[in-house]
């Protein structure tokens, strides 16, 4: 992917003690937007609970040795923040029932709560997830 000169651009291991690295990185970008200190809030969560769900789609599907980029984008009025992984599939051959319950789809739930658009794209061998954030829509 080509990076656009107003984005940062992080690339981080798929396991859990890396997450926070994520959470962290965002909140510096965010802070620095015209971004109520709510909305960047939301956009730390967010963004934890995306990189949450790559690493434990990487678990179940064995690619704990794959990555997560995270990619922001900063607009005047908006962050764009893409999450590409490695994770592989998340196809895990649920249909409805059993799986609306499952911890991710409520990752996924608060994730569409906190930020004002969300994409989930499957990709070769693992998910692109676009978030947007709009700067007092709060």
């Known amino acids: 992917m080509n990076v656009p000169n107003n984005c940062v651009e992080l690339k981080i291991p798929c396991k859990p003690e890396y997450v926070g690295v994520a959470r962290l990185a965002i909140l510096g970008v965010a802070s620095r937007m015209k971004f109520s200190y709510d909305e960047v809030e ?3 969560l967010a963004v934890g ?4 769900t790559s690493v434990e789609w990487a678990e179940r599907n064995g ?4 990555n997560i980029v995270l ?5 005047d009025d908006r962050l764009t923040v893409d999450i590409i992984d490695e994770a592989g599939s998340r196809n895990d051959g649920n249909v409805g029932g059993e799986a609306e319950q499952e911890p991710e789809n409520l990752g996924a739930l608060l994730v569409t709560l906190l930020v004002d658009e969300v994409t989930v794209e499957p990709k070769d061998n693992g998910t692109h997830v676009r978030m947007v954030k709009y ?3 709060r």
Do not use: F
């Not at 690619?63 to 794959?66: A, H, K, L, R």
């Not at 990619?71 to 607009?75: D, H, K, L, V």
């Open 42 to 44: 939301d956009v730390r």
């Open 49 to 52: 609970e995306a990189c949450t």
């Open 63 to 66: 690619n704990t040795e794959s």
């Open 71 to 75: 990619i922001s984008e900063i607009g």
């Open 135 to 137: 700067a007092g829509q």
